[in-house]
């Protein structure tokens, strides 16, 4: 079982060239990567997608790239003079309003497109590598760490299962007498209000036969056990379990209220409602697994 939640970092080197790839990992619904690139570096985002989507399924994943390219003659820095005499001629103007042209060459640099940065193409393989190297060491320590966050998670389901089988076998042992339990109350106040009137035992049984019909809780139980060995089965196998999961869990939500709706007894609802909590926790836990 792998958790969503996790972070991890690689970093790789090659003559001149030093990448530092970032992961981050909190939970959703499905895999969605929101990359923090560079916008030189835009163009690797494919490669980058493809490697995190063939090792993980599920998570939002912010990605961070930093890169330190220190080779020599693969870059080209191109003037747009056409732009940068528009500032210029701007700047003058306004020095004609009486406003103080403080314009260098330092802050022209700073303005928006005035400058582009092009790298050669033969320098494009060597940073690829690098990229793939350290998303590859980044991605290892991100499922390094899920895993481990997983099987604390796996731990913690098991313990709030376990519980809930328990609380299940008392309401399987207790469901026998219900009937039982409701003709006496039944036939007492009968008595109470017809002292002097012979009871039909019949007629009661009867409406005790229609009562247990109506109050039978024995299939809701035969399927929540089958539910319960249902997670069991995933916790074990434990491979890409939370989609099994949330589905799971609904499941035993519905036969838990189907449960409590049907029975009458105290003992039963009260154990009931302690069921239903732990499969709430189940349920926020899921939402965690990958």
Request: aromatic share 4%; glycine share 4%; net charge negative.
């Amino acid at each position: 079982m792998v958790s969503m939640t996790g972070y991890g970092k690689g970093i790789a080197e090659k003559e001149g060239i030093t990448v530092a790839v970032e992961l981050r990992a909190v939970n959703h619904r499905f895999l969605d990567l929101s990359f923090k690139l560079p916008k030189s570096y835009a163009s690797f985002q494919e490669v980058i997608r493809q490697q995190i989507s063939f090792a993980i399924k599920r998570g939002h994943i912010d990605i961070f790239l930093e890169v330190r390219d220190n080779r020599e003659g693969l870059f080209t820095v191109e003037l747009n003079s056409g732009l940068a005499n528009a500032y210029i001629n701007a700047a003058v103007k306004l020095n004609g309003l009486g406003v103080p042209n403080d314009l260098s060459a330092s802050t022209l640099l700073r303005l928006p497109d005035i400058v582009s940065v092009s790298k050669a193409e033969e320098g494009e393989q060597e940073l690829a590598e690098c990229i793939e190297k350290a998303c590859a060491a980044a991605i290892e320590q991100l499922n390094a760490m899920r895993l481990q966050e997983g099987e604390k998670l796996k731990e913690n389901i098991k313990q709030m299962l376990a519980h809930a089988k328990k609380l299940l076998a008392k309401v399987k042992a207790t469901a026998p007498s219900v009937p039982t339990i409701y003709a006496k109350k039944l036939e007492d106040l009968i008595k109470e209000y017809t002292a002097s009137i012979e009871i039909d035992s019949a007629r009661l049984m009867t409406e005790v036969a229609l009562y247990a019909d109506k109050c039978s809780i024995d299939e809701e139980i035969i399927r929540l056990e089958s539910h319960f060995a249902h997670l069991d089965k995933i916790l074990k196998d434990g491979k890409e379990a939370g989609r099994q999961l949330d589905f799971l869990v609904q499941e035993c939500n519905r036969e838990v209220n189907t449960i409590g709706s049907k029975s009458n007894s105290l003992e039963i609802t009260k154990n009931v409602l302690l069921m239903k909590n732990e499969i709430e926790k189940i349920r926020e836990q899921a939402q965690n697994v990958e």
